[in-house]
């Protein structure tokens, strides 16, 4: 299942999304995933927590991400949370084009029974009502 964090640039969706899987992985019996645009928050996570950096990879656009994220998830079997700080940079998005690929995120967590937690800078107002129903925290 898909669980959106969204907010204005600066208001604190990083932090609140750490904390989410900070949380989670005291209660996790599988693993986590955590993807980044960059390692800078790597401190603030538990070791426990798989940080992948996702400027490392080549990645063109949303396609290709949805492709990594897929590969991924095929490789971690155990895989049960997986975390997108930073959300439209990592998928070369725009919040206006962004739709398609969180709904294809959605099916691709509920196939594999997998929670999918996104932060990214937007406004309740701006998603369609299918996302609005995703929002966990409005910033």
């Given at each position: ?97 962004a ?22 800078s ?18």
């Amino acid at each position: 299942m898909l669980h959106l964090i969204i907010g204005e640039k600066g208001k604190g969706k990083t932090k609140v999304i750490h904390e989410m899987a900070n949380k989670a992985v005291t209660e996790a019996k599988g693993s986590i995933v955590y993807l980044d645009r960059n390692s800078k928050h790597m401190y603030d996570l538990s070791n426990r927590i798989r940080l992948i950096d996702v400027s490392r990879y080549p990645i063109k656009n949303s396609d290709e991400f949805i492709g990594f994220v897929c590969g991924i998830i095929s490789q971690d079997h155990d895989l049960e949370q997986l975390y997108l700080d930073g959300f439209l940079d990592c998928a070369k998005l725009t919040a206006d084009n962004a739709e398609p690929a969180l709904l294809q995120l959605n099916s691709i967590g509920e196939m594999f029974g997998i929670d999918i937690n996104i932060s990214f800078s937007s406004g309740a107002d701006t998603l369609s009502e299918e996302l609005r129903k995703r929002v966990l925290v409005e910033l």
